[in-house]
């Protein structure tokens, strides 16, 4: 049984143009949500996170907005450009401020941004 | 340059072999994770430690045997492993508590067992 949920595999998206990526959880103890991008033979790097009493969180070219009724949270990427295609997890903490690093992961979205 | 470095990058090995994965971390952390990334899967954890005590064992099992001797380095010791243990094993570290403290991950060992 899933928690976290990126139901979309892949997203493919023109240079300067929107990138939304978009997370589902079932798990109402979630507190925490952070966004990982990931590029081949790397481990996963920290991209943006939001906790539960915020509804968004910006941070340069990077929003992620939680909607905590219906349970969903997405990454706005704008303007994308070329070096912004990775892999891009979603994940959940339900810690309560002390297991930041307990994350439950989704199964990631793969970002093409063609220049 | 990752502050997380973990060797073996790659790693082939035996069902009856055993072979360890190492990690160490550079960035003061006192919390270090194993999580395990097998095809098709989302990034499962498998164990944590905090302060170098184990806190966390996600029905890991047996197979798996983990040691943390201090706070910046930690090891994974595999024994009698099967086909389907072939992952991408990913250490990670953070500090235990406090918001501004995301998790950071290490390049990976790409685990294959034949």
């Known amino acids: 049984d899933q928690q976290v949920k990126q139901n979309s595999p892949s997203l493919s998206v023109q240079e300067g143009r929107i990138s939304i990526l978009n997370c589902d959880y079932t798990n109402s103890m979630f507190d925490y949500f952070l966004w990982y991008k990931k590029y081949p033979a790397e481990g996963p790097t920290f991209l943006i996170s939001?906790?539960?009493?915020?509804d968004k969180n910006e941070d340069g070219r990077f929003t992620v907005f939680l909607n905590k009724s219906a349970k969903h949270l997405s990454l706005h990427i704008v303007p994308s450009q070329p070096g912004d295609s990775a892999v891009y997890f979603c994940a959940a903490s339900d810690g309560g401020g002390t297991s930041y690093g307990k994350l439950t992961f989704g199964q990631g979205t793969i970002l093409t941004v063609h220049p | 340059e990752t502050g997380v470095t973990q060797t073996p990058r790659h790693l082939v090995m035996g069902m009856t072999n055993k072979k360890s994965l190492k990690c160490e971390q550079h960035?003061?952390?006192?919390?270090m994770y194993w999580y395990k990334q097998s095809a098709k899967k989302p990034l499962e954890l498998m164990f944590v430690?905090?302060?170098?005590?184990?806190?966390e064992n996600n029905s890991v099992p047996s197979r798996f045997s983990p040691e943390c001797p201090n706070s910046s380095h930690l090891f994974l010791h595999l024994h009698t492993l099967q086909p389907e243990d072939s992952a991408l094993y990913l250490c990670a570290s953070s500090q235990v508590q406090g918001a501004n403290s995301p998790l950071h991950f290490g390049n990976g060992t790409r685990l294959t067992v034949t």
């Open positions: 960035l003061g952390h006192n919390a």
């Open positions: 939001i906790s539960s009493i915020k």
């Open positions: 430690y905090n302060f170098k005590e184990q806190t």
